[in-house]
């Protein structure tokens, strides 16, 4: 009876063991792999020069490229004259294929508002095929106190109306009143066979309207949805239109400062109260 007590308390205890050993491993994955996968996808890891070279060129890697772009961009911000070499890579870069970069780039090159090699690329990225760029392009170029987006950054303050990219049945993912992020999936058109294309939305906003009823047979170019602008992009909009913003800006500045937006901060009507101040301040100065 001993022999075989001590035995099974033997047994017993490997098998705790093993059970500690496998809920540690566990723990340390939940971990570990977070960290790595946010390793790799967070920006703000500083980038030495010789990876900061290699990441910029890494055309196999876009996320490389940005994670370059952005660290670039901070080395700008602090007066670092060194980052004046890449100039002419990363302004290269406005010709890239990958939207998702052009995103980013269309950002940075905001960075140094005394740049003309910046300046010329932002120019032509006001004009991408993609809203997000020409978004960003047209606020970056606020910083070299050039209105050339103002055309864009106009429709940051009104509803976005998405439309069917094709014939089928729509079923809808977005539900009235939520919230969707740039690129997210608000509907499904189903073409029969089991296939069905995704209707994704090219700027954030909240589900306004829902265009057609679901499950309702729909064409290539009816509308959906419509979502209301972006709270971001009414903000980064309001302080546009306080640099660059003319006359013809007043009357929706105007209305957003007496009567605000219930969805929105205080700050932004005040926002819109100091464009319409600086507004009028231009047209002073260049009154004869």
Request: glycine share 8%.
């Given at each position: 009876?001993?022999?075989?007590?001590?035995?099974v308390?033997?047994?017993?205890?490997?098998?705790?063991?093993?059970?500690?050993?496998?809920?540690?491993?566990?723990?340390?994955?939940?971990?570990?792999?977070?960290f790595?996968?946010?390793?790799?996808?967070?920006?703000?890891?500083?980038?030495?020069?010789?990876?900061?070279?290699?990441?910029?060129?890494?055309?196999?890697?876009p996320?490389?490229?940005?994670?370059?772009l952005?660290?670039i961009?901070?080395?700008?911000?602090?007066?670092?004259?060194?980052?004046?070499?890449?100039?002419?890579?990363?302004?290269?870069?406005?010709?890239?294929?990958?939207?998702e970069?052009?995103?980013?780039?269309?950002?940075?090159?905001?960075?140094?508002?005394?740049s003309?090699?910046?300046?010329?690329?932002?120019?032509?990225?006001?004009?991408?095929?993609?809203v997000?760029?020409?978004?960003?392009a047209?606020?970056?170029?606020v910083?070299?106190?050039?209105?050339?987006?103002?055309?864009?950054?106009?429709?940051?303050?009104?509803?976005?109306?998405?439309?069917?990219?094709?014939?089928?049945?729509?079923?809808?993912?977005?539900q009235?009143?939520?919230?969707?992020?740039?690129?997210?999936?608000?509907?499904?058109?189903?073409?029969?066979?089991?296939?069905s294309?995704?209707v994704?939305?090219?700027?954030p906003?909240?589900?306004?309207?829902?265009?057609?009823?679901e499950?309702?047979?729909?064409?290539?170019g009816?509308?959906?949805?419509?979502?209301?602008?972006?709270?971001?992009?009414?903000?980064?909009?309001?302080?546009?239109?306080?640099?660059?913003?003319?006359?013809?800006?007043?009357?929706?500045l105007?209305q957003?400062?007496?009567?605000?937006?219930?969805?929105?901060?205080?700050?932004?009507?005040?926002?819109?109260?100091?464009?319409?101040?600086e507004?009028?301040k231009?047209?002073?100065?260049?009154?004869?």
């Open positions: 009876y001993g022999d075989w007590s001590s035995d308390c033997s047994s017993d205890l490997k098998q705790r063991r093993r059970i500690t050993l496998y809920v540690t491993i566990v723990a340390i994955a939940f971990v570990v792999i977070p790595l996968f946010w390793r790799g996808t967070w920006f703000g890891r500083p980038l030495p020069d010789a990876d900061l070279e290699q990441y910029l060129n890494d055309t196999s890697q996320r490389h490229i940005q994670h370059a952005v660290q961009s901070e080395r700008i911000e602090r007066g670092d004259r060194g980052a004046e070499r890449w100039y002419p890579r990363v302004a290269e870069l406005a010709t890239s294929p990958v939207t970069l052009r995103v980013t780039l269309a950002f940075v090159l905001g960075s140094d508002s005394k003309e090699l910046f300046h010329n690329a932002l120019l032509k990225l006001v004009a991408d095929p993609d997000l760029v020409r978004r960003n047209a606020l970056s170029l910083r070299f106190n050039d209105a050339a987006g103002l055309d864009v950054i106009r429709p940051m303050f009104q509803a976005t109306v998405v439309k069917a990219n094709a014939a089928g049945t729509v079923r809808y993912r977005a009235m009143d939520s919230g969707v992020e740039g690129g997210t999936v608000v509907a499904r058109i189903e073409q029969g066979a089991g296939t294309v995704n994704t939305t090219p700027v906003g909240k589900v306004l309207e829902l265009k057609r009823p499950g309702s047979e729909v064409s290539e009816d509308e959906l949805l419509v979502l209301s602008p972006g709270e971001m992009h009414v903000w980064e909009g309001l302080r546009a239109l306080t640099v660059i913003g003319s006359a013809e800006d007043l009357e929706l105007t957003f400062e007496r009567f605000g937006s219930a969805d929105l901060p205080e700050r932004y009507r005040q926002q819109a109260q100091i464009a319409i101040e507004i009028h231009r047209g002073e100065a260049v009154r004869p």
